[in-house]
């Protein structure tokens, strides 16, 4: 368990923690609602950088690290503009100075800002759990003889 997190399980799929599973099914919402579109979890970006030995007829890069973001989507701007948007389900305790650096490189190297989320509620533990609660059937009432609903 890294950073006293709680592995949670939400529809089949595994999270990290109850903060992310939260994020997963406000992100399914958005998308239902067309604000957000071509969601994708645990999406990983090479950080790469040129190497300047290395002799012009190669390009060769070297390899600095990778970053898994938590997840990638479009947003809708208005307009029929679309930005692609990673984001990250952060935590104080998540955000390390590893994170940092890898930040930094994201910026530097893809041009992408990294948008991080905070739990900053109790409500991500209630929307967990009220998404794993199976889903309760409605009765069927039947009329007496002779009535409609008409």
């Known amino acids: 368990m890294k950073y006293q997190n709680k592995p949670t399980n939400l529809d089949g799929i595994s999270f990290q923690s109850q ?10 919402l958005l998308q239902k609602c067309r ?4 969601l ?4 990983t970006f090479r950080l790469d950088l040129p190497n300047p030995k290395a002799p012009n007829d190669q390009a060769r890069n070297i390899d600095i690290a990778k970053y898994i973001a938590d997840f990638v989507y ?7 503009i679309w930005v692609q948007v990673v984001e990250d389900a952060k935590s104080e305790a998540t955000k ?3 994170y940092r650096i890898k930040k930094r490189l ?9 948008k991080e989320v905070f739990n900053t509620s109790r409500w991500s533990k209630d929307a967990v759990k009220a998404a794993q609660k199976p889903k309760r059937k409605i009765p069927s009432r039947k009329l007496p003889k002779g009535r409609s609903l008409r």
């Open 106 to 114: 994201m910026l530097a190297i893809h041009g992408i800002e990294i």
């Open 19 to 28: 903060h992310e599973a939260a994020r997963w099914a406000e992100l399914l």
């Open 35 to 38: 604000k957000i579109r071509n």
């Open 40 to 43: 994708q979890r645990q999406v």
């Open 74 to 80: 479009e947003e809708d701007r208005g307009g029929g």
């Open 96 to 98: 390390t100075d590893v």
